[in-house]
């Protein structure tokens, strides 16, 4: 399918993790949209998004014991992917923040989670092949407009909205090199969650498009890094469309992960 970039362009800044949601059931019509979503975007193969519809207390565990644990969302997404292919987490990464894009510009709140969940259990519900793995899920839902005292705690402990400068991001960083859709692109790409707000990515801004690389090869809390470096490259994708630039992606070995070939 075509990216929807417009629609999910918007929805980058307006996106928050959220943890703490309104037992409260999606429409019938909201539902299936979500639905096809999951089937027709679909930008990698081995990759697939899977709707899971029912409660998700038995899938989400805290980040110490019960505390920081997702609670009262009617739904979750799982993102799965074929475990054998060595660029599947990026993979992952891109195709699971268009999910949750979409989710976004349907008003509905989301939150990454690729640490604290049972794997196992999802992998049951969903069933999965002994070469695929559950990578991440997502609780979908409505959430009240103000945080809850949780939430609010586990915002100042991963310092979830506050973005480093693209002078720390950008490899061989001059301001004056920075034109108007490049700035534009990568200031989509630092807004991309990551685990515990970490902000693995680096970017080396080239004469053909935009190289996406890892701070260091170093994984922290048991996540890839490189999925989270797939949820940026969306972004940059996202933000290109809307800039008028079409470009293509070639992956790499770490610690590079990926390069936005622009179209010419």
């Not at 973005?163 to 720390?168: G, I």
């Not at 090199?177 to 490049?182: A, P, Q, T, Y």
């Not at 490259?233 to 070939?261: D, N, T, Y």
Request: proline letters at 5%.
């Amino acid at each position: 399918m075509e990216i929807p970039f417009e629609r999910w362009y918007e929805a980058i800044f307006i996106r928050r993790s959220r943890r703490q949601f309104i037992n409260k059931p999606l429409p019938t019509h909201l539902f299936e949209q979500l639905k096809e979503i999951c089937l027709k975007f679909k930008p990698f193969n081995g990759v697939k998004s899977i709707l899971i519809n029912q409660s998700t207390d038995s899938i989400f565990r805290g980040a110490i014991g019960k505390y920081g644990r997702i609670k009262n969302a009617p739904l979750s997404v799982a993102f799965i992917g074929n475990k054998d292919d060595p660029y599947i987490n990026e993979k992952v990464g891109y195709t699971g923040e268009g999910i949750i894009l979409e989710a976004t510009a349907m008003g509905l709140s989301t939150c990454w989670v690729a640490g604290f969940f049972r794997p196992q259990i999802v992998a049951e519900i969903v069933g999965i092949s002994n070469d695929e793995r559950v990578f991440a899920v997502s609780p979908i839902g409505y959430s009240s407009e103000k945080l809850t005292f949780e939430e609010k705690i586990m915002t100042v402990f991963g310092k979830t909205h506050k973005r480093k400068p693209l002078s720390e991001l950008i490899i061989g960083f001059q301001n004056n090199s920075l034109s108007g859709f490049i700035k534009t692109i990568l200031d989509s790409a630092r807004l991309a969650p990551s685990a515990v707000n970490r902000q693995p990515w680096r970017f080396t801004i080239e004469s053909d498009g935009i190289l996406v690389s890892t701070d260091n090869t170093r994984d922290s809390f048991n996540i890839s890094k490189r999925l989270d470096c797939g949820i940026a490259m969306l972004h940059i994708e996202v933000a290109s469309l809307k800039c008028g630039i079409r470009g293509h992606w070639q992956f790499f070995e770490p610690p590079k992960v990926a390069k936005f070939f622009f179209n010419t």
